[in-house]
């Protein structure tokens, strides 16, 4: 008996589409909920208005430089805050995801792994120029002032850091998945240290010398420092290039790291 297949039945197998539109579908989908609920970009400035509103003006009082030439110095330092804590704080949301099973279907969808974590990562860009211009905003009426050109380009750097502290948030709570108690412990040991070390509240340079070799070392210094020249317009400033280089860096790195844990996420 001779069995006979049809060579007009054609077996269908989804392919994954291309790396872009992966990339693209990844942070559409990730962006829903913040669209849908603006309210939350809002509530994530509390913290950074607060250093604004309460540390600002013990700042001035300490020093004998015009109000307006205190903000220059302090405001660029409070963005890359509402950076460091808001991109800081974005692995809670994928550990949120896992437990909840969210994660574990993109894993089986037809979408590059790296696809999710670049996503991810890029999603954190929209909500971080949304909070860097409402705080310029609100320190502009208190003697604040602004280059544009430097305002559009130190946001592009602040967008680049994002990228990479995102990436490197999303690495951790992939590493602690089970112990999410580990990710909050990791995050308030690691950031608050990094704060206080780039410079963003008090300059370093009448610290100890162990305390400036730290700060030598932390590259979230440089990118403070970067966006301090740029929104007061010196774009030439050798601070912008060492800002862009330590953000690339972290950018880098953070994709790296993240990539590589997505891919061995299960």
Known sequence: MTTTISTTDEIIVPRPTGFVRDVASVVTRELRPTLRDPFS?????????????????????????????TLQWFVPGILVMVALFGTGSTGSNLLDDIMVGSHERTLVAPLSRSALLVGRALKEVVPLMAQGLIVVLVAVPFGFSISI?????????????????????????????????????????????????????????DGPGWMKVAAAINPIGYV???????????????????????ASAITVVGLVIGTRGMRRAR
């Open 224 to 246: 403070v420092e970067a966006e301090r020249a740029l929104f007061a317009g010196d774009l030439a400033s050798s601070a912008v290039l060492g800002g862009l280089i330590a």
């Open 149 to 205: 050109p430097g305002l559009v380009v130190g946001l592009l750097v602040l967008a680049l850091f994002g990228i990479g502290f995102g990436a490197l948030s999303y690495s951790l709570a992939l590493a602690v998945v089970g112990r999410e108690w580990m990710f909050w412990l990791v995050h308030q040991t690691v950031l608050f240290p990094l704060l206080i070390l780039s410079g963003m509240l008090l300059p370093i340079d």
């Open 41 to 69: 970009l809002i509530f994530s400035l509390v913290q950074p208005l607060f250093f604004l509103g309460l540390f600002g003006p013990l700042l001035v009082a300490t020093t004998d430089a015009p109000v307006g030439a």
